[in-house]
């Protein structure tokens, strides 16, 4: 070593409560062991006896860096965060002649970390906190499987309580169209044979009298009445149960209505229809035509309309309907709001009767430019449920 050299020991070692005492002296130590959040100073001294405020110090430790960090003329190196682990200590002092003198011998120091930064306390609570979140993700996982459950099975239910109610309004239906024709037959089989029986009785009367005009007059006012009623009868019978439906065929009937509700109405109405691929199924032909019916009353009703033109279209298994009018229009999305709060519930009805054939409706309308429908249906005669509709 350099002979200007003056050696630099430790001179004390302390904490906060005072001096760490130890079996050996400071300038021997070379162990320091300390709790975590302890404070650690170390004092230094040059051995140096010439002028000491000439003197200069400084360290670096180990494991935080392996620069020389300069403490100036300070003796004394204090530390207050020292994370628990294991540290080298080199520490070096000047003397009044500007020689740098190293204690070749570090200072081992070693922080004890407490409990919660201890790597099995660690371990333990990242088990703890994860074993935590699993059993959460499990509890949450199993009660949104419940949940969807639930869910899944109230919409099952909700699903065949739809489906009871749509095949109860199916037999609703027919049993509605059978009762229709029922009364559609006695008026015109019995009530209308006999109003003209009593007609041609009063027109024998009228022929075999003749002297008494006031009785001739009340005669020629009660067959003129009997007129009124038959066509009345008549018509009533149409439109609950059209016979050509049932002789001639759907076409026919659509043909014959389209006919007497245009003279009634005087609107003008056209029927421009492809032969069907044979004989419909009772309830499909029934539909089309109460569905056709509905739409030409509601366009009369409501449409301010003077035309009305209907197509009617078919494939192997589908038929399609058009029904257009040049009437006033209406708002597509507020009429079917209308609907569902029970006002004007045409449109619900006619796409209520599509639906349960398995078909579809669609409309297109703005107001002032008309109104067109559109709809389809399956031509095969079994709803949705699988379940067909006589209608006779």
């Known amino acids: 070593p350099d002979a200007s050299a003056s050696p630099t020991r430790l001179t004390s070692i302390r904490n906060l409560t005072g001096e760490i005492l130890g079996d050996r002296p400071a300038w021997l130590r070379r162990q320091i062991t300390l709790n975590y959040g302890e404070i650690l100073s170390l004092g230094m001294a040059v051995l140096d006896y010439d002028e000491e405020h000439r003197h200069r110090y400084a360290y670096r430790l180990g494991g935080i860096s392996e620069d020389w960090i300069d403490l100036g003329s300070r003796r004394e190196l204090t530390f207050t965060d020292l994370s628990p682990g294991d540290y080298q200590l080199t520490f070096r002092g000047m003397n009044s002649r500007g020689v740098w003198s190293e204690d070749s011998r570090p200072v081992h120091i070693r922080i004890i970390p407490p409990f919660w930064?201890?790597?099995?306390?660690?371990?333990?609570?990242?088990?703890?906190?994860?074993?935590?979140?699993?059993?959460?993700?499990?509890?949450?996982?199993?009660?949104?499987?419940?949940?969807?459950?639930?869910?899944?099975?109230?919409?099952?239910?909700?699903?065949?309580?739809?489906?009871?109610?749509?095949?109860?309004?199916?037999?609703?239906?027919?049993?509605?169209?059978?009762?229709?024709?029922?009364?559609?037959?006695?008026?015109?089989?019995?009530?209308?044979?006999?109003?003209?029986?009593?007609?041609?009785?009063?027109?024998?009367?009228a022929a075999s009298g003749g002297k008494d005009d006031l009785a001739a007059a009340r005669v020629e006012d009660a067959i003129g009445l009997l007129d009124q009623m038959i066509e009345h009868v008549r018509t009533l019978s149409l439109d609950l149960r059209p016979p050509l439906l049932d002789e001639l065929g759907l076409l026919s009937a659509l043909r014959g209505y389209v006919e007497t509700r245009a003279q009634r109405s005087g609107l003008r109405i056209t029927l421009d229809a492809e032969p069907l691929p044979g004989k419909l199924p009772p309830q499909v032909e029934i539909a089309i035509f109460r569905v056709v019916q509905e739409a030409v009353t509601n366009t009369f009703r409501h449409a301010e309309a003077s035309e009305i033109e209907i197509e009617i279209s078919s494939s192997a298994d589908r038929v399609e309907i058009t029904i257009r009018d040049d009437g006033k229009g209406f708002d597509v999305e507020e009429a079917l709001g209308r609907g569902l709060l029970g006002h004007h519930l045409g449109l619900l009805g006619i796409r209520e009767r599509v639906e349960s054939l398995g078909g579809s409706m669609s409309i297109e309308s703005t107001p002032g430019y008309g109104a067109t429908l559109r709809l389809t249906v399956s031509s095969a005669g079994e709803d949705q449920y699988g379940e067909g509709r006589t209608g006779r």
Not at 121 to 144: D, I, N, Q, W
Not at 161 to 181: C, G, I, T, Y
Not at 185 to 192: F, N, Q, T, W
């Open 117 to 205: 930064m201890t790597t099995w306390f660690r371990v333990a609570v990242s088990l703890l906190v994860a074993g935590f979140l699993f059993f959460a993700h499990r509890r949450r996982t199993t009660r949104l499987r419940q949940r969807n459950q639930e869910l899944v099975h109230f919409h099952e239910q909700r699903e065949l309580a739809h489906e009871q109610l749509k095949k109860l309004a199916s037999r609703l239906e027919a049993a509605r169209e059978d009762e229709r024709a029922r009364i559609a037959r006695e008026l015109h089989d019995e009530m209308g044979q006999a109003l003209t029986a009593t007609k041609i009785n009063l027109q024998l009367l």
